[in-house]
């Protein structure tokens, strides 16, 4: 077993490793500390939704390509938003009614199908 320090986004994390070839008396469970199970990049949390507003859902699971508006940016019904590409294929997403944009994802984010992809209100 080799121990090695890794830093991610400034904070150190001690994790070990099992060398190959290890025989059957060197191999044993190593506990995890707790800082090492936070090591995994958390999700950001996305952003609290609008009180008033129309909720804009993902109709299916993909991965965020591309935002069409600048945050706050006004809308009209129907004017795609945000690009959603799922199977290799860009899914344009419209917004639902005329109002002002405000979106709870990121570009390069992946969603899960109903995940709350903007807010117009």
């Given amino acids: 077993m080799r121990n090695f320090i890794i830093t991610v986004d400034g ?3 001690e994790v070990g490793v099992e060398e190959v070839g290890a025989s059957g008396a060197e191999k044993r469970a190593v506990p995890v500390p707790a800082q090492t199970a936070a090591a995994a990049p958390k999700k950001e949390a996305p952003k609290a939704a609008a009180k008033n507003g129309t909720k804009v859902v993902s109709p299916f699971p993909g991965l965020i390509k591309n935002l069409l508006c600048a945050e706050g940016t006004p809308v ?7 690009v959603l590409e799922a199977m290799k294929m860009d899914n344009d997403i419209t917004a639902p009614c005329d109002g002002v ?3 709870c994802v ?3 984010a992946n969603v899960e199908t109903d995940a709350v992809l903007a ?3």
Avoid: A, N, R, T
């Avoid at 009209?76 to 945000?82: A, F, H, R």
């Fill in 106 to 108: 990121q570009k390069g």
């Fill in 101 to 103: 944009v405000s979106y």
């Fill in 76 to 82: 009209k019904k129907d004017q795609p938003i945000l």
């Fill in 11 to 13: 904070k150190s994390y």
């Fill in 119 to 121: 807010v117009i209100g």
